[in-house]
């Protein structure tokens, strides 16, 4: 017998709804998602309000909802958008038999652990498949910066660990990190990875770097940055991508070094569509910057996952694990 559930990635951003339906075996097959931008909406219940006008079919009464923040407590505040979710009410107000609530990048590190090799682009290190015992870490730069883990165990289960990763410190490694970090401290009590190590976080990227040259400070938005730098057309633009990567290979080699991971998973739209980028760039060398574990950090494989909906399908795998297993 098949389970049917309604899948959600809610993020900064946008919110993704897809029917997925879970197999007896566990395979897990998802229909084409819809797409809203949260902006659009005052809560989450408005939001499947619209979902369920758009959708072609009865809506089930199963969901996994991914979000862009902590799963903790009575009340649950994203992290990037203004939604506010009541745990305990989801049921009622949604009209849902079963639930399930996931940080959003612990869905993601659900994807990683049940995704097939095909999924995953080689980054950096040795160029071998994702370990089969162990802990890895997944990092995805997007609105915000989100951080999970997750635990292979020798019998074949895994354990996810979210984590709020993207809000530890930025800690600056040369003269141009400095630049960043103090034009970011001007403006914010506290300087997170989050603000250099995301989509937006290029907007002051590239602004240290006009201003390190004596010009004057431009005022784009970061989707101008990213597509200037990628097209190649504008060297400030490209010279910013590349201080991205860079500041993306020492956090991600940091946080490798705190979860104990054997491998790195990189995750997200913007880390796929800079894939090149990120190849060709400084990120393996700041990955494997760590003094006395260099050794160590060059032995670890870095991926990319490019399955097109990770946040989907990994909600209705942790959908799966807590209700079907």
Request: net charge negative; charged share 20%.
């Amino acid at each position: 017998m098949t389970t049917d559930l309604v899948a959600l990635d809610i993020g900064g951003t946008h919110a993704r709804f897809a029917k997925a339906t879970i197999g007896n075996d566990g395979a897990i097959a998802l229909d084409e998602p819809i797409t809203l931008r949260t902006s659009d909406y005052a809560s989450l219940n408005t939001a499947w309000e619209d979902f369920a006008r758009r959708s072609a079919q009865p809506v089930p009464r199963n969901a996994a909802i991914a979000i862009a923040g902590p799963v903790t407590g009575e009340t649950v505040r994203m992290t990037n958008n203004s939604w506010v979710l009541h745990p305990s009410r989801l049921d009622d107000q949604l009209g849902l038999d079963e639930v399930t609530l996931i940080n959003d990048f612990g869905a993601v590190a659900h994807a990683a652990a049940r995704a097939d090799a095909s999924d995953f682009l080689h980054l950096a290190g040795p160029d071998r498949p994702l370990p089969e015992t162990g802990t890895i870490s997944v990092i995805g730069p997007g609105t915000g910066l989100g951080v999970a883990q997750f635990h292979r165990f020798a019998d074949g289960t895994y354990h996810v660990q979210a984590t709020e990763g993207g809000h530890i410190d930025f800690a600056p490694l040369d003269g141009i990190d400095d630049a960043i970090l103090a034009r970011l401290r001007a403006r914010h009590r506290r300087v997170s990875v989050e603000r250099v190590v995301s989509g937006p976080g290029i907007v002051d990227i590239h602004a240290a770097l006009a201003a390190l040259e004596g010009r004057p400070v431009p005022d784009l938005a970061d989707k101008a940055i990213w597509q200037a730098g990628l097209e190649g057309g504008d060297a400030l633009a490209v010279a910013a991508i590349d201080r991205f990567c860079l500041a993306l290979g020492s956090v991600a080699g940091d946080l490798a070094l705190a979860h104990g991971a054997r491998a790195v998973v990189i995750a997200g739209g913007l880390g796929y569509r800079i894939r090149d980028t990120l190849v060709a760039s400084g990120f393996a060398g700041r990955f494997r910057f760590k003094g006395r574990y260099e050794q160590m950090m060059a032995a670890m494989p870095v991926k990319l996952i490019t399955h097109p909906q990770p946040g989907l399908f990994g909600a209705a795998a942790a959908f799966a694990r807590e209700h079907l297993t």
